[in-house]
């Protein structure tokens, strides 16, 4: 595996940003000529990729740091993309526009760097709490670009100026359209597009529960691909977001080659 943390100016911030990348090996072990087949640093074809979002008050370190997916992405034979967005919500706050920064310029970013898919059918994108909003909004603001989306604890009401500025206590103001979740995806609905697959949890003790069930439902009313996950004995906590995006891994939609080498057991 090979994990690069990168920084570099980003034109949709004006100004340098942080990222890591998390690359699986090609063999197994990778060097040593032992395991299945020689050794190699050869690629086959771009690996597929999730793009993983992080939650308030977090950067770009705390999914690798908290959790064991650089052991999930290696046995998975997936790439995984983490940055650094602040409390900004994964929306364009005030002259941040992180909402064209996701959307745009991070996926012309890895896939012109790294080993990376620029394929629709291999890119993914998740995250969990503030990032599991960011998830919703992008997947549901652009469907046709992800092969399936996950939301673990999901902050579904988030309203991206009020929260950057008061993420304690948002203001009671009116969220714009162009962020609101409900409106997103009736919108996708009505459109007549395809829902990504999408794959919803939530520990049954997070404050959050009821309100991601009643979206899940809600979402599955309008026609969405929805599998759902509530966990009793968990709340708002990375013991829950370590299990589910592992789980979430080996859920996705997958036809890459990688996928059909088989997980890897070393």
């Known amino acids: 595996m090979a994990k690069v943390v990168c920084n570099f100016l980003s034109y949709s911030l004006n100004r340098a ?65 983490n940055i650094s967005a602040e409390n900004k919500a994964y929306a364009k706050v005030g002259a941040d526009d992180f909402k064209r920064f996701v959307s745009e310029e991070l996926p012309e970013f890895v896939t012109n760097y790294f080993p990376i898919s620029t394929a629709p059918e291999d890119t993914y994108i998740a995250g969990l709490s503030m990032g599991g909003y960011g998830t919703l909004m992008h997947g549901l603001t652009h469907p046709e670009r992800y092969h399936a989306i996950g939301a673990f604890s999901a902050g579904l009401g988030i309203n991206p100026v009020a929260f ?3 993420p304690m206590g948002q203001a009671q103001e009116k969220t714009d359209p162009e962020y609101d979740l409900h409106v997103l995806a009736q919108a996708v609905a009505d459109s007549g597009a395809e829902f990504p697959p999408i794959y919803s949890a939530c520990g049954m003790d997070d404050f959050l529960f009821e309100a991601n069930r009643a979206f899940a439902a809600e979402l599955t009313k309008l026609g969405a691909d929805v599998t759902w996950k509530e966990v009793p004995g968990f709340g708002h906590e990375w013991r829950f977001w370590d299990q589910q995006v592992e789980q979430f891994l ?16 070393c």
């Not at 074809?45 to 770009?60: I, T």
């Open 17 to 81: 940003v942080d990222i890591t990348v998390v690359l699986p090996s090609v063999t197994c072990p990778e060097a040593l000529g032992m395991g299945n087949g020689p050794a190699t640093h050869v690629l086959p074809d771009k690996f597929p990729v999730v793009y993983l979002l992080h939650g308030f008050a977090n950067n770009h370190a705390q999914w690798t740091g908290y959790t064991n997916v650089e052991l999930y992405a290696e046995e998975r034979r997936i790439a995984i993309v």
């Open 164 to 166: 950057a500025a008061d």
């Open 250 to 265: 080996d859920w996705i939609p997958r036809d890459d080659v990688y996928a059909k080498m088989g997980k890897r057991s």
